[in-house]
């Protein structure tokens, strides 16, 4: 028996796997979407999302809203109450495509991203007094909301 053959398959699937790892390292997914991007962190007050998904008539009525609100829970620490107009939570239908009016939230500490969000409650953990909380709208596809490039936020600070 030819021993080129068992060593050139394993050389391939090692190699493969080594592909894999790295692209993976980078953010990059095997459907081809790389969700390491402007995901990881909120934007600068009055920057304009270029990849958001502008809400289509935002003088109907219709915008979706987002309020971000803090809690003290009794039992230590803080909850999140995510109230929204014109917005439903969907998490049936995450990483599908954009149906207007639906999807779930990002939520930051100052900035960074540490949660998404598919209801309107969450506990907060490891925040302390002072901390801004961050709350963005996102469409199925991940895509922020935004009006007039805009994204949709809301934000609260820890008392």
């Known amino acids: ?6 060593m050139l398959v394993i050389g391939l699937i090692f190699g493969a ?11 990059l997914t095997l459907g081809g979407d790389d969700h390491s991007d402007d995901h990881d962190t909120v934007a600068a007050a009055g ?22 609100i803090i809690h003290p829970d009794p039992m230590g620490g803080w909850n999140l109450e ?3 107009t014109n917005f439903r939570f969907s998490p049936e239908n995450v990483s599908t495509q954009h149906i207007e009016g639906e999807g779930h939230a990002h939520v930051f ?9 598919y209801g309107p409650w969450m506990q907060l953990t490891g925040v302390q007094s002072g901390d801004v909380i961050s709350v963005g ?5 991940h895509k922020a909301l935004a009006v007039n490039g805009q994204p949709i936020t809301a934000t609260a600070t820890i008392p």
């Open 82 to 84: 995510v109230p929204t």
């Open 47 to 68: 920057a304009i999302d270029l990849n958001a998904i502008e809400v289509v008539d935002p003088d109907a009525g219709s915008t979706p809203t987002v309020h971000a």
């Open 1 to 6: 028996m030819d021993r080129s053959v068992p």
């Open 17 to 27: 796997l080594a592909g894999f790892l790295l692209a993976a390292s980078n953010g």
């Open 137 to 141: 709208l996102n469409a199925n596809n």
């Open 109 to 117: 500490v100052n900035g960074k991203k540490v949660a998404r969000i």
